[in-house]
């Protein structure tokens, strides 16, 4: 587990939280006992979750509507976007699964890996404490947050085109990089282009979903351009 503690940024002090945080029901159910999967903690990493979400966008933006901060934090804390997380984090390769649920492409499957993710905010919240629970967050979600209201979240890709039809003569286009995985859990890597020039990448299970993800990256990236 020090690989994954090394790419979340945190060391456990009980080991056996992080475990529980990986194990899906599927192995625990073929461990006779002596394992506990992740769903206790996937539903207080749920909370968890939710709670500092919700007051950062409070703190953040003192003129948002109750209904935009609804939506908003509806977006945040998705499955998609938790799947993304899990992915940077290349959680597959860390979950217990099940031999089954295993040799069907657990491992990819954007629920389990969003559940995971929950479950692991869990873990370092019991282990370490709010604050360092808040702070997994605040780097792995809330980072795409700036001290302006977003422009975008559900729809990063019309956002991106409103974004670069601001000045004429531009061209933006996506490139599919990559495709693997079998037939009924795809993965693919998208590049999406201004003028020609790569401006961000994004992965998903659909190439739609795999587009959102690299206009979102590429609209990021142009904020913090536009704030420099």
């Known amino acids: 587990?020090?690989?994954?503690?090394?790419?979340?940024?945190?060391?456990?002090?009980?080991?056996?939280?992080?475990r529980t945080a990986l194990t899906h029901s599927s192995f625990a159910n073929e461990s006779n006992g002596a394992a506990v999967?992740?769903?206790?903690?996937?539903?207080?990493?749920?909370?968890v979750l939710g709670f500092t979400v919700a007051d950062a966008l409070y703190r953040r933006y003192?003129?948002?509507?109750?209904?935009r901060m609804t939506r908003l934090r509806s977006e945040l804390v998705c499955e998609q976007s938790l799947h993304q997380v899990a992915v940077s984090l290349e959680l597959g390769r860390f979950i217990r699964l099940g031999k089954g649920m295993d040799h069907n492409g657990g491992r990819e499957?954007?629920?389990?890996?969003a559940d995971a993710v929950e479950a692991l905010i869990a873990a370092i919240y019991m282990d370490g404490g709010y604050a360092e629970a808040k702070k997994f967050i605040d780097e792995r979600l809330l980072f795409q947050l700036g001290e302006k209201e977003p422009l975008y979240f559900?729809?990063?890709?019309?956002?991106?085109?409103?974004?670069?039809?601001?000045?004429?003569?531009q061209i933006l286009s996506y490139e599919l990089l990559s495709e693997s995985g079998?037939?009924?859990?795809?993965?693919?890597?998208?590049?999406?282009?201004?003028?020609?020039?790569?401006?961000?990448?994004g992965i998903g299970h659909s190439k739609k979903e795999a587009e959102q993800a690299a206009a979102a990256v590429a609209l990021?990236?142009?904020s913090a351009e536009q704030s420099g």
């Open 1 to 18: 587990m020090t690989a994954l503690e090394e790419k979340i940024g945190y060391c456990f002090r009980d080991s056996q939280l992080l």
């Open 37 to 47: 999967c992740n769903e206790r903690l996937e539903f207080l990493g749920d909370s």
């Open 62 to 67: 003192g003129n948002m509507p109750e209904g």
């Open 109 to 113: 499957r954007p629920s389990i890996l």
């Open 154 to 169: 559900s729809d990063a890709k019309t956002a991106l085109q409103e974004l670069v039809q601001q000045q004429s003569g």
């Open 182 to 201: 079998p037939d009924h859990l795809k993965t693919f890597s998208v590049e999406v282009l201004l003028n020609g020039k790569a401006i961000g990448t």
């Open 220 to 222: 990021k990236e142009m």
